[in-house]
Every structure is written in structure tokens, then in C-alpha cells.
């Protein structure tokens, strides 16, 4: 029964029941009495406390008030806090008038506005401490999520280290560009240096960002660039390629090798499928203030747009874990018997702008 008590009501249990046993101590030190009076204006004071305090919870978490920043978080707390106090006082104070419960002497004519506007303040700090002790405590539970986050995303990184040449720079794309490569050696050489070239960029930044979480759009456009070239050669006439690049974008970071993935995923399931070849477009572009990466090649799906492979499905991994729900991946057939693989990441503002 007790292990179905969520650890919330556990600490909310817990600190009013601190705060009930500061006021018994007080209460016995300086009158040396515990009256029965006390012990029912506690149990009345508990009772309407966590009732109170649940509903300052309820009202953080309906309006994502965790998420705020601290200019915009601390106005909305404190009136909040003000007016829980307000009805948490005037509630506590007609119970007290009710049942003959006031702790003023009653000879002594106080004003029930006095004592709501006393009972009010001495609430209000009360309520402060609950609210402080709510955001720690969230504050470090962000940090260890973030913390566990991290690790996850260290740990998908070394296992994609021993799969990433396999996967992304896999032994066919490497034997093809090498053929091709000396097939140009006689009849372009100049060609055929400069694909020497492309291929050592690809394999030199497979290297290399292994071990970066982002790299800017424009560092990973450039490796596919270098990657589609190679496979011009090896397709010929059978593979267009365009580009439609927003340059406002090519600062923006993004999962290193992703685009090489997609762009890989395309020719591997798209064009070498297809008996006349066909086009890959790469768009990149801001919609809605996110950004939008789009990958399109001549195919379809047959159907399999759920089934991801290990790239695809990498791809999905490290955008959950860098993103979060603000990015999204999703792959489909389009009008045109063309394949769509789009990616949506947050904007995020260089500091030179």
C-alpha cells in the first residue's frame, strides 16, 4: 500500500509534517504546554495546506511555468503565491472563528482584516519556501535527465564509431569511386585528382566528427557535395543532382553525417534502383521559424516507410537525443514517384546576427 504513494505525496507528507512538529517544538518551549487547541489548529492548518500547495503544482505544471525564464517566471509566482496565501488565510482563519480557535486572546478586539492581512504575510513566506523547495528539486531532476541524456548520446556515438565507414562510407562506395577514379586516370587526369581529392574529405570528416554532437549545415554540405560528385561519376548521365540552399541556414547545427546518411539513402534505395537514373534535390530552408532539411530522390517506398535501417534509424536516435520533441524525422513517398526524407530542427541564432 505505502509503495503506491508517489514520492510528491511522500514529500508532501513529509514537509507538512515538518512544519506541524517546528510548531509543536516552538509551542512547548516557550509555554512548556501542548494545548488541545494547537493540535487542532495544525491538523486544520495541514489539512487545507497540501490542498493548497497541490493546486500552486497543478497550476506550474498546466502552464509549463518549468520551461519559463526566471524574468518571466518570477512575476507569475509571485502573484500566484499572493493569492494561494490569500485563500489558504481566509480559509484558515474561518475555521479558527468558527471553532473558537483564534490564537488572540478574545478580550483583545483585533479586526479580522488585521488578522487576514497578518495571517496573509506569514503564509506567503511559508508558501515561498514550498515553491523554492519544488524548484530545486526539479532544477537537479533536469540536471541528472540531462546528465543520463548526455551518456545515452556518448554511448550511441562510440557504438556508431566502429559502424560509421561501414554505414555511411560503406567498402562498395569506396571500391566504386576507386574504379571510377582509374577509368579517368588516362582520359581526365584533372578530373581524376580532384576526385582523389573528394574522397579523402569524405573519409578525413568521417573521421573527425565522430566525435562532435553538431557540426554546422555548411561543413556537412560540403562533404555530400563531394559525395554526390563521386557518384556522378560512377551513375553518369543517370543522376542529377541540385541544391536549393537558403544561405541563412548553413550556420545552423545540425547531427554530424546525417545529410551524408540521406543523401547515401537515396542513391542506395532511390536512384540505383531506378533503370534511367533520376534526380536527388537537397533543400534547406527556414518554415515557421524552424528548420527544414529536406533530402528528395526519384523512387518510392513500396510500402516500407516504417521500416528504418540502421543510418535512417541513427538518424531518428540523435535528433531525439540532441533535439528533443522540438525536432522531428520523417521519411515518405511524394507526388512524382519521388521519395521525401524530411528533418525539422529548431533555429538557432548565430552570435554574429
Known amino acids: 500500500m505505502l509503495s503506491k504513494i508517489s514520492r510528491y505525496w511522500w514529500c508532501q507528507i513529509c514537509g507538512w509534517g515538518m512544519f506541524a512538529l517546528i510548531n509543536i517544538f516552538f509551542a512547548y518551549t516557550y509555554d512548556k504546554t501542548i494545548s488541545e487547541k494547537l493540535i487542532i489548529r495544525l491538523l486544520i492548518a495541514l489539512s487545507l495546506g497540501i490542498p493548497i500547495t497541490h493546486m500552486i503544482r497543478n497550476v506550474i505544471i498546466t502552464r509549463n511555468w518549468l520551461l519559463l525564464p526566471i524574468e518571466k517566471l518570477v512575476p507569475r509566482l509571485f502573484i500566484c503565491i499572493i493569492i494561494a496565501s490569500f485563500i489558504y488565510s481566509l ?105 582523389i581529392t573528394e574522397l579523402s574529405n569524405i ?48 550556420d545552423q547545427p545540425i547531427p554530424p553525417m546525417m545529410l551524408q546518411t540521406l543523401a547515401e539513402n537515396a542513391i542506395k534505395h532511390g536512384i540505383s534502383k531506378q533503370v534511367h537514373g533520376g534526380v536527388v534535390t537537397i533543400i534547406s530552408d527556414f518554415t515557421d521559424n524552424r528548420h527544414e532539411l529536406i533530402v528528395r530522390n526519384s523512387g518510392f517506398l513500396n510500402g516500407h516507410a516504417g521500416q528504418m535501417g540502421f543510418g535512417l ?14 525536432a522531428s524525422f520523417e521519411i515518405k513517398d511524394i507526388p512524382g514517384n519521388m521519395v521525401e526524407a524530411k528533418v525539422i530542427m529548431p533555429v538557432y541564432k548565430s552570435l554574429g546576427k
Open 91 to 195: 480559509s484558515l482563519l474561518t475555521f479558527f472563528e468558527l471553532f473558537n480557535l483564534s490564537e488572540i486572546d478574545p478580550k483583545k478586539k483585533v479586526p479580522f482584516i488585521n488578522k487576514l492581512v497578518l495571517r496573509t504575510f506569514d503564509s506567503s513566506l511559508i508558501l515561498m519556501v514550498w515553491v523554492l523547495i519544488y524548484y530545486v528539486y526539479h532544477f537537479f531532476q533536469k540536471n541528472k535527465k540531462q546528465e543520463v541524456d548526455t551518456f545515452r548520446l556518448q554511448s550511441l556515438v562510440k557504438e556508431l564509431e566502429l559502424k560509421t565507414i561501414k554505414s555511411h562510407i560503406n567498402p562498395h562506395f569506396i571500391f566504386n569511386s576507386l574504379n571510377s577514379i582509374r577509368a579517368l586516370v588516362d582520359e581526365n587526369p584533372q578530373r581524376a585528382r580532384r576526385a
Open 203 to 250: 573519409l578525413r570528416s568521417s573521421m573527425q566528427t565522430e566525435k562532435l554532437e553538431t557540426v554546422p549545415l555548411e561543413q556537412e554540405l560540403n562533404i555530400v557535395r563531394d559525395y554526390l560528385a563521386l557518384e556522378q561519376m560512377r551513375f553518369e548521365e543517370r543522376l542529377k543532382v541540385q541544391f536549393n540552399i537558403d544561405e541563412d541556414t548553413l
Open 313 to 326: 534509424q541513427s538518424t531518428q536516435d540523435r535528433l531525439n537525443l540532441l533535439f528533443g520533441t522540438k
